[in-house]
């Protein structure tokens, strides 16, 4: 039993990027326990796989199960495609984009086929040798975890990963329609409502600028609308924020918020607290804008501008509009 199947996450159709990420990573040299064992890949729900070998590294095979029934993602019908799947594989691991939809499903089939759940491991992870890490306690301990079982499931965290650019290779679809889905369905799932359609989750944006307290009022936040707006981001915002009501708790970044990896985080007011900065462990180029020169922002900020929110950041709209004008 060996081989690790991974869980190819669509959303309306489309692979989502967390698993497209994590598919390339398992594909590079660093990923020793990938290499030594063959990758294969999962996608339920009528998605489009139509130019998927242009961003899925390797040459490997996906099996789809493209059942109307996994359109919307349906807790039970999940759990008993992919359980059969997985067995079916015989595959020893198999392994998920740490997402919503995986802390959902991932605990339901550790249930179903009895196989240890290491959750929310840290990259790398050793797949092969069955344990993960996971920094804990707002990123002040790192935790080891092993499995006791020999097939495993993990979800994997994208925190402190980069993007990597994809392999040349070829992928192969096989549709499977043969599983025996479920027949006892006691609830189903009959519509998502997205909360915001205009701009990405701060979850999943390439950048984020997020304020805090010290923007000084809702108002001021019409300012990282607009640059966030300009450099096709996402606003954050801390949680003295959300708590003053400025700001809707979906953008709260943090341990009691979102967790988020983008290329650019672009910190406004904020002062970097330990709770604040367990949600921005992924980014790629931590900036902070900051009149006080000794915020703790500063530890772990690439680059700093120590200054007024209010004059640096229509300063900043300024030239990112010329830069945008001249492209
Ligand atoms: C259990 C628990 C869970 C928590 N979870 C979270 C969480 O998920 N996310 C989170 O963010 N917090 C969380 N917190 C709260 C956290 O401890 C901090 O209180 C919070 O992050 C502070 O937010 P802030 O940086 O916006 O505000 P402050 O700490 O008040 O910092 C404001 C900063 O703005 C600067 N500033 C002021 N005026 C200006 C100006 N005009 N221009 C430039 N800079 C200026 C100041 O120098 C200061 O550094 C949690 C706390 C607890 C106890």
């Known amino acids: 039993m060996s081989g690790i199947l991974v869980f190819l996450e669509q959303r309306d159709g489309m692979v989502r990027q967390a698993s497209i990420d994590l598919w390339n990573r398992l594909q590079e040299p660093a990923a020793a326990d990938a290499e030594r064992q063959p990758l294969s890949g999962i996608i339920a729900g009528p998605a489009s796989t139509v130019g998927i070998e242009t961003v899925l590294s390797g ?52 249930v179903r086929l009895g196989d240890s759940l290491l959750s929310g491991c840290s990259w790398p992870s050793a797949i ?80 984020v600028v997020a304020g805090g307290r010290g923007m000084g009022s809702a108002e001021a936040f019409a300012m990282l609308d607009e640059l966030a707006g300009l450099l096709g981001g996402a606003v954050g915002a801390s949680r003295a924020v959300v708590d003053q009501g400025w700001r809707p708790h979906s953008e709260q970044i943090g341990q009691t918020g979102k967790t988020v990896a983008p290329r650019l985080y672009l910190a406004c007011g904020i002062s970097g607290s330990v709770q604040h900065l367990a949600g921005t462990g992924g980014a790629g180029t931590l900036a902070a804008i900051n009149s006080d020169r000794h915020a703790p922002i500063y530890d772990v900020a690439d680059f700093g501008i120590v200054g007024d929110v209010h004059t640096v950041i229509p300063k900043l709209i300024k030239e990112v509009r010329e830069f945008l004008k001249k492209k």
């Open 128 to 207: 092969g040798a069955g344990t993960c890490s996971r920094s804990v306690y707002s990123g002040s301990v790192v935790a080891s975890f092993a499995a006791e079982t020999g097939r495993r499931i993990y979800t994997i965290s994208s925190q402190g990963s980069s993007a990597v650019p994809r392999k040349e290779g070829a992928i192969v679809i096989i549709p499977v329609d043969d599983l025996s889905g479920d027949t006892t369905r006691a609830s189903a799932v009959v519509q998502m409502i997205a909360m915001t359609a205009a701009r990405p989750d701060v979850s999943e944006a390439g950048i």
């Open 59 to 110: 040459s490997c095979t996906i099996y789809h199960v493209s059942s109307d029934l996994l359109g919307l993602y349906q807790p039970e019908q999940y759990t008993q495609t992919v359980a059969e799947l997985f067995e079916r594989s015989g595959c020893s691991s198999l392994v998920f984009a740490d997402t919503a939809l995986s802390r959902d499903l991932a605990p339901r089939l550790s």
